[in-house]
Protein backbone atom coordinates (compact mmCIF):
# COMPACT_ATOMS: atom_id res chain seq x y z
CA UNK A 1 0.00 0.00 0.00
CA UNK A 2 1.15 3.58 -0.66
CA UNK A 3 1.57 6.32 2.11
CA UNK A 4 0.92 9.79 0.29
CA UNK A 5 2.74 13.14 3.04
CA UNK A 6 2.55 16.13 2.26
CA UNK A 7 5.76 15.82 0.92
CA UNK A 8 4.76 14.14 -1.84
CA UNK A 9 1.48 16.14 -2.96
CA UNK A 10 1.60 17.26 -6.21
CA UNK A 11 0.49 20.72 -7.13
CA UNK A 12 -1.48 21.13 -10.21
CA UNK A 13 0.27 23.21 -13.21
CA UNK A 14 -1.20 26.31 -13.90
CA UNK A 15 -2.52 26.49 -17.64
CA UNK A 16 -3.46 29.59 -19.17
CA UNK A 17 -6.18 29.51 -21.85
CA UNK A 18 -6.21 31.95 -24.20
CA UNK A 19 -9.58 33.17 -25.89
CA UNK A 20 -8.41 35.57 -28.23
CA UNK A 21 -5.26 35.57 -31.14
CA UNK A 22 -1.56 35.20 -28.99
CA UNK A 23 -0.89 38.42 -30.46
CA UNK A 24 -3.26 40.56 -28.81
CA UNK A 25 -2.41 38.93 -24.96
CA UNK A 26 1.38 39.50 -25.85
CA UNK A 27 3.50 41.87 -24.33
CA UNK A 28 7.08 42.03 -25.50
CA UNK A 29 9.65 42.55 -23.15
CA UNK A 30 11.59 44.64 -25.37
CA UNK A 31 11.16 46.55 -28.93
CA UNK A 32 12.95 43.73 -30.76
CA UNK A 33 11.04 41.27 -33.08
CA UNK A 34 11.04 37.60 -32.36
CA UNK A 35 13.35 35.61 -33.89
CA UNK A 36 10.88 33.43 -36.09
CA UNK A 37 9.36 37.24 -37.59
CA UNK A 38 11.24 36.87 -40.73
CA UNK A 39 9.83 33.12 -41.17
CA UNK A 40 6.33 33.70 -40.45
CA UNK A 41 6.33 36.91 -42.26
CA UNK A 42 7.44 35.01 -45.32
CA UNK A 43 4.89 32.21 -45.27
CA UNK A 44 1.78 34.76 -44.36
CA UNK A 45 3.08 36.87 -47.80
CA UNK A 46 5.86 35.31 -49.39
CA UNK A 47 7.56 38.40 -49.41
CA UNK A 48 10.79 38.59 -48.37
CA UNK A 49 12.53 40.67 -45.38
CA UNK A 50 13.71 44.00 -46.50
CA UNK A 51 17.44 44.01 -47.71
CA UNK A 52 17.45 40.73 -48.00
CA UNK A 53 20.75 39.31 -50.79
CA UNK A 54 19.89 36.28 -52.79
CA UNK A 55 21.73 34.17 -50.40
CA UNK A 56 19.30 35.36 -47.42
CA UNK A 57 16.36 34.65 -49.69
CA UNK A 58 17.28 30.85 -50.38
CA UNK A 59 18.24 30.36 -46.58
CA UNK A 60 14.65 32.16 -45.95
CA UNK A 61 13.49 29.27 -48.30
CA UNK A 62 14.92 26.43 -46.99
CA UNK A 63 13.63 27.52 -43.22
CA UNK A 64 10.14 27.87 -44.16
CA UNK A 65 9.82 24.19 -45.83
CA UNK A 66 10.52 23.42 -41.98
CA UNK A 67 7.68 25.71 -40.18
CA UNK A 68 4.13 25.79 -40.58
CA UNK A 69 1.29 28.93 -40.23
CA UNK A 70 -1.92 28.17 -38.02
CA UNK A 71 -3.87 31.56 -37.82
CA UNK A 72 -0.97 33.30 -36.01
CA UNK A 73 1.03 30.32 -34.78
CA UNK A 74 3.58 29.82 -35.97
CA UNK A 75 4.55 25.56 -35.64
CA UNK A 76 7.83 23.73 -36.29
CA UNK A 77 7.64 20.58 -38.65
CA UNK A 78 9.71 17.69 -36.11
CA UNK A 79 11.05 14.76 -37.51
CA UNK A 80 8.23 12.94 -36.75
CA UNK A 81 5.72 14.98 -38.30
CA UNK A 82 4.44 16.77 -34.39
CA UNK A 83 4.28 20.16 -35.18
CA UNK A 84 6.05 22.10 -31.94
CA UNK A 85 4.93 25.69 -31.34
CA UNK A 86 7.38 28.77 -31.91
CA UNK A 87 7.55 30.33 -28.77
CA UNK A 88 9.79 33.99 -27.47
CA UNK A 89 12.27 34.75 -25.26
CA UNK A 90 10.63 35.43 -22.20
CA UNK A 91 8.15 32.64 -22.58
CA UNK A 92 10.76 30.01 -23.13
CA UNK A 93 12.72 31.26 -19.61
CA UNK A 94 9.28 30.70 -18.16
CA UNK A 95 8.70 27.19 -19.49
CA UNK A 96 12.69 26.54 -18.61
CA UNK A 97 12.23 27.38 -15.23
CA UNK A 98 8.70 25.58 -14.99
CA UNK A 99 9.86 22.24 -16.46
CA UNK A 100 13.14 22.42 -14.61
CA UNK A 101 12.54 22.96 -11.18
CA UNK A 102 8.60 23.09 -10.95
CA UNK A 103 6.21 21.00 -9.38
CA UNK A 104 7.14 18.12 -11.37
CA UNK A 105 10.83 19.27 -11.72
CA UNK A 106 13.45 16.05 -11.34
CA UNK A 107 16.01 18.82 -12.01
CA UNK A 108 17.41 17.13 -15.80
CA UNK A 109 20.21 18.21 -17.24
CA UNK A 110 20.33 20.85 -19.94
CA UNK A 111 19.97 18.15 -22.82
CA UNK A 112 17.44 16.02 -21.06
CA UNK A 113 15.26 19.50 -20.47
CA UNK A 114 15.40 20.65 -24.25
CA UNK A 115 14.39 17.30 -25.11
CA UNK A 116 10.72 17.56 -22.61
CA UNK A 117 10.03 20.64 -23.41
CA UNK A 118 9.84 19.30 -27.21
CA UNK A 119 7.66 16.43 -25.85
CA UNK A 120 5.49 19.22 -23.76
CA UNK A 121 5.38 20.74 -28.24
CA UNK A 122 7.59 23.88 -27.57
CA UNK A 123 10.24 25.09 -29.51
CA UNK A 124 12.86 27.89 -30.15
CA UNK A 125 15.91 28.28 -32.25
CA UNK A 126 18.29 28.52 -29.15
CA UNK A 127 16.85 25.61 -27.28
CA UNK A 128 19.63 23.44 -26.47
CA UNK A 129 22.07 26.16 -25.67
CA UNK A 130 19.55 28.30 -23.22
CA UNK A 131 18.95 24.74 -21.77
CA UNK A 132 22.21 24.11 -20.77
CA UNK A 133 22.55 27.49 -19.48
CA UNK A 134 19.81 27.52 -17.27
CA UNK A 135 20.91 24.18 -15.61
CA UNK A 136 24.22 25.41 -15.46
CA UNK A 137 23.16 28.44 -13.25
CA UNK A 138 20.76 26.17 -10.82
CA UNK A 139 21.88 26.05 -7.75
CA UNK A 140 20.56 23.05 -6.70
CA UNK A 141 21.84 21.06 -9.76
CA UNK A 142 25.24 21.97 -8.36
Not at 59 to 78: D, K, P, V
Amino acid sequence: MVSITRENLIEPLEIEISEGPAHCNAIEMSEAKPWYEDIKNFLQTGQYPPFADRRDRKTLRHLAIHYFLSGEILYRRSFDSTLLRCIEEHESRRLMEEVHGGNCGPHMNGLMLAKKIMRLGYYWSTMETNCVKHVRHCHRCQ
